[in-house]
């Protein structure tokens, strides 16, 4: 009955390769977003979603693509994996902008 | 957009002491302020939060403060124990949620 869940919870892969994280959120919400956070911990958000449409897109490297199939869904693509890309990345969800977001356990990503 | 800025980035207190992360925000039209525990290894995780239509708001050992004027929170942690060590963050929305950069808060026993 997890809330918001992520798949894989560890990705650990040579540099170069492609790889995909999948999020699923259980609580009816129609936001969804992705974060990034390295070593010193600074959460930054990658990408926001509403009901299926790209609402936020920071500055990150078009090797990154998200996906959302439905509002209860977004997986995030990583093409030509760099070894700056090893982070955790966080999935979260919300039901509006000024109410809480939910946060999956996060994938943490290694690239040797 | 809205920025905000968290202090201090780590801050080490004895256990009962009481601990304050402070927090500015940019866009005066951000109404919705929470904050976030996250311990090692773990997600991030909502503790407290507060809205621009209060001033203060309480939870057992740990309060907020809101100054719409000035455009600064607080977060207080009173009687602190070991288990409150972790990363502290705190966000600001309107429409978007910005995240301060963290506070690292350790108790020793």
């Known amino acids: 009955d997890t809330a918001v869940s992520q798949t894989p919870k560890y990705l650990v892969t040579q540099m170069g390769n492609d790889k995909s994280i999948k999020c699923e959120q259980n609580l009816g919400h129609d936001t969804m977003y992705w974060y990034k956070q390295d070593s010193k911990k600074f959460l930054k958000i990658m990408f926001s979603y509403n009901n299926k449409e790209l609402i936020i897109n920071e500055t990150v490297p078009n090797r990154f693509s998200p996906k959302s199939p439905d509002k209860a869904h977004l997986n995030l693509h990583i093409n030509s994996l760099e070894l700056g890309d090893s982070a955790v990345y966080f999935c979260a969800s919300t039901s509006g902008g000024n109410q809480p977001q939910h946060f999956g356990d996060g994938t943490r990503l290694s690239i040797l | 957009g809205e920025n905000v800025e968290q202090h201090p980035s780590t801050l080490s207190v004895q256990e009962g002491d009481s601990a304050v992360i402070k927090c500015t925000y940019s866009d005066s039209a951000s109404n919705y302020f929470p904050w976030y525990k996250q311990e090692l290894g773990k997600r991030p995780q909502l503790i407290i939060d507060?809205?621009?239509?209060?001033g203060e708001k309480k939870d057992q050992r740990i309060a907020v403060t809101l100054n719409k004027t000035a455009k600064h929170f607080s977060l207080h942690i009173t009687e602190t124990q070991p288990e409150d060590s972790a990363v502290y963050f705190c966000a600001a929305s309107y429409n978007d949620m910005r995240f301060g950069a963290g506070t690292r808060l350790t108790v020793k026993p």
């Open positions: 507060i809205r621009s239509n209060v």
